[in-house]
């Protein structure tokens, strides 16, 4: 027995002093993703308080922009570096949690024909952003986080599609920043456009929610045009949401059998051994809660849960990217995403304006 006790000792002590390398970094990540929390309230309540109409810059942004000037000026030492990593974990933790936000059962809500529209809506986007990306000869990866970000939901997709293909800090930066500064333009000019036009209120809001990636922009646009707006914008949009679990698995796939799938003599051995498992999670997780196993409390604090991940991983990446690699790309990332936006919301635009008349007054 002793020495049983002997042998254990130091693999405990081991894993606390492991334990307590961490604490450092998170202290870091935590401080650096609250602040840009911190800022993204202090504007929300200072437009309240002044009844201005100020775009709604999400905290993850400014977690990007406040750890991109902590690594490039003074760095991060070494104290703090192991903590740090663990962004990755905390990525994958959001991802899987991410899953509780998202019910497919909302889908059904829209109706059929608003349902079609969601379905072109992507593949087009897709499409065209993946062309559109080559043709600005963006890298590869680069490319897929912007198509999947314009196509369905924004950041969101941008942060499980970073981890299933395994993309660079920078590459992931790049796109939030441009999805991010696009998506508080949109919230200026679609109510305008359509007041211009004289949209229904069923029809502006499924353009809103067709035509703006992130959610807290397409929801904000709804609102500013009419409740009754706002409440359809939320439902396509959640409709988009919804796919993204399945467009990131494809994508997944996709990578896993292009990157060095070569000379591997157990193709589907290779492919699950690299296949990203927290998607799996993020689908049982949307299953389960599609399924109502979950109450509303235990949703809100998944949901909560996910979105306290996502504050240490972005602080994370902002900390870890390298504005010097950034600035090799140039502007043409932000290029890339701002003729897709346009083209998009001309696209989704007339798609609606074609259904007028099929969908429900």
Not at 160 to 184: N, P, R
Not at 248 to 275: C, D, M, P, Q, S
Not at 287 to 302: E, H, N, R
Not at 347 to 354: A, S
Request: glycine letters at 10%.
């Amino acid at each position: 027995m002793a020495s049983s006790i002997a042998l254990d000792a130091p693999a405990t002590e081991s894993f606390f002093k492991q334990a307590a390398r961490l604490i450092p970094g998170l202290a870091l990540l935590a401080a650096v993703g609250y602040a840009g929390r911190i800022i993204e309230r202090s504007i929300a309540t200072y437009g309240k308080a002044h009844h201005l109409t100020l775009p709604n810059i999400e905290y993850v942004l400014w977690a990007i922009v406040i750890g991109l000037v902590i690594g490039n000026t003074v760095g991060v030492p070494k104290l703090f570096q192991p903590g740090v990593a663990t962004y990755e974990f905390w990525l994958k933790t959001g991802i899987v949690l991410l899953g509780s936000r998202f019910l497919l059962g909302d889908v059904a809500k829209l109706g059929g024909v608003a349902l079609a529209l969601v379905a072109i809506e992507i593949a087009v986007s897709l499409a065209f952003m993946t062309a559109l990306g080559n043709a600005f000869r963006l890298g590869p990866k680069l490319t897929t986080l912007l198509a999947v970000g314009s196509a369905i939901c924004g950041v969101s997709a941008i942060i499980a599609a970073q981890g299933a293909i395994d993309a660079d800090e920078e590459d992931a930066s790049y796109a939030i920043a441009a999805i991010l500064s696009l998506g508080a333009i949109s919230l200026f000019i679609f109510p305008l456009v359509g007041h211009w036009l004289h949209l229904s209120d069923q029809s502006y809001g499924l353009w809103a929610g067709l035509g703006i990636d992130n959610t807290a922009e397409a929801t904000a646009a709804g609102a500013l045009y009419s409740d009754a707006a706002g409440k359809v914008a939320v439902l396509a949009k959640t409709a988009r949401n919804a796919m993204i679990g399945f467009v990131v698995l494809g994508y997944a796939i996709h990578w896993a059998r292009k990157e060095h799938t070569e000379g591997v003599t157990n193709k589907a051995a290779f492919l699950w051994r690299k296949f990203p498992k927290f998607v799996l999670g993020f689908l049982l997780i949307s299953a389960i809660a599609t399924a109502q196993v979950f109450s509303k409390p235990q949703l809100t604090s998944l949901a909560n849960l996910s979105r306290w991940a996502f504050l240490l991983t972005f602080a994370g990446v902002g900390l870890r990217t390298n504005i010097r690699e950034l600035g090799k790309q140039g502007f043409r990332p932000f290029l890339v995403g701002a003729v897709g936006e346009v083209v998009i919301a001309f696209l989704t635009l007339g798609l609606v304006y074609g259904a007028d008349r099929f969908l429900p007054k």
